[in-house]
């Protein structure tokens, strides 16, 4: 295991595995992979689900539903915090991009998003959902 990196060294915040200045980490490294998410164990905002994996000394636990109006999600490029609702809606539009700066975000991310978040597979809100059909 290596020690977390953060983008000075020292920014508790912020943790992954050999982060550049826009939050890339070694697993995801595209231009558009510009987008750290916090899970609701943590206090830190993650480049991945694979970093905390790798460095967190605990499971990663998906943000509960009732948390989506609450900042999860961090831009990489303008350090903008948005709510889990208003991520979640901009992973839903075909070019998906941050609502301050419009750097795009990559459209591959919704298909991690129950990893992150309390969502069917679907990426909509488990509320929104049969319980029966849930995963």
């Known amino acids: 295991m290596t020690a977390p990196d953060s983008l000075d060294g020292t920014d508790p915040l912020l943790r992954g595995v050999g ?3 826009q939050t890339r980490c070694a697993h995801y490294a595209t231009a558009r992979d510009v987008v750290a998410l916090r899970f609701a ?18 499971p990663a636990m998906p943000v509960p539903a009732g948390d989506f109006d609450r900042p999860h999600v961090l831009c990489g490029v303008c350090r903008t ?15 998906p991009a941050c609502p301050a700066c419009g750097a795009p975000f990559n459209p591959g991310c919704a298909a991690h998003a129950p990893l992150y978040f309390d969502v069917p597979a679907s990426g909509s809100p488990a509320g929104d959902a049969d319980p029966a059909t849930r995963p």
């Open 19 to 21: 982060l550049d200045a």
């Open 41 to 58: 164990c943590c206090s830190a905002y993650w480049s991945c689900h694979r970093c905390h994996a790798e460095l967190a000394d605990h």
């Open 81 to 95: 915090e948005l709510s889990v609702t208003a991520y979640l809606a901009l992973e839903a539009a075909a070019d």
